[in-house]
């Protein structure tokens, strides 16, 4: 079945670090990616997306790029900020008609000190 | 911005009582899903819900859980006998369509079953 396999956690990096989070998936038929962010105390938020391969989605300095040929969806900022510190998962959704469930990974835990 | 809300954020209850979960989802949203996490898990799809019926449920989803959209703004999981496996976090979310359009996810209630 489909699944999503992240970078363990927990991560923990200094302010203005560069970050990269790691994340492939196994899909049958093509799959819609994205990053959700869990901040403290919060529910799950969309942080992008990318629909077909070679899309980049991106928001608030953070990017992820759908690669089908490693079939893989890493999450990059180039500097990373306290206030960045969450919980983030990686997920997809297959594009058959009515599989409109997501499915997650297992979150990974990022801490930014300062 | 609108939100879905989910009531109460933290339950406890015991083993083999009922309990039901609230969600108020976005407004002008059509359909509504249930996920939940336990500790240290993935999150997992249980079930979404639209034009007042089931459109998919996974195999957690048994005999024990049922859905609910009483009136024109809740939307309820039920747990008929809880087991204290079904300790977790669950999430509601809702979405305008069934494309790709963006779920948004309340903030979770906890349940703990002792």
């Known amino acids: 079945g489909d699944s999503v396999t992240q970078m363990e956690g927990p991560v923990t990096l200094s302010e203005e670090a560069f970050l990269t989070i790691n994340c492939t998936y196994t899909a049958t038929g093509y799959p819609s990616l994205f990053w959700y962010v869990q901040y403290p105390g919060e529910g799950l938020q969309l942080l992008l997306k990318?629909?077909?391969?070679?899309d980049k989605g991106s928001n608030k300095g953070f990017e992820a790029t759908y690669r089908k040929e490693t079939t893989s969806f890493h999450l990059e900022k180039g500097s990373v900020q306290v206030s960045d510190s969450a919980v983030y998962f990686c997920?997809?959704?297959?594009?058959?008609?009515?599989?409109?469930?997501?499915?997650f990974g297992q979150g990974t835990r990022l801490t930014i000190n300062p | 911005e609108p939100e879905v809300t989910q009531t109460p954020s933290h339950q406890v209850t015991q083993m083999g009582q009922e309990v039901i979960l609230r969600c108020v989802p976005i407004?002008?949203?059509?359909?509504f899903y249930w996920y939940r996490q336990i500790l240290g898990q993935k999150v997992e799809f249980l079930v979404s819900?639209?034009?007042?019926?089931?459109?998919?449920k996974s195999e957690i989803f048994d005999d024990q859980f049922s859905v609910e959209r009483p009136d024109g703004s809740n939307f309820t999981l039920k747990i008929r006998s809880t087991k204290l496996e079904d300790s977790a976090m669950y999430f509601c979310?809702?979405?305008?369509?069934?494309?790709?359009?963006?779920?948004?996810f309340g903030n979770g209630t906890r349940l703990t079953v002792t």
């Open positions: 990318a629909t077909k391969a070679d």
């Open positions: 997920a997809l959704r297959t594009g058959i008609e009515g599989a409109q469930k997501l499915v």
């Open positions: 979310a809702s979405s305008v369509r069934r494309d790709n359009s963006p779920l948004h």
């Open positions: 407004s002008n949203h059509l359909y």
């Open positions: 819900f639209y034009n007042n019926e089931i459109s998919e």
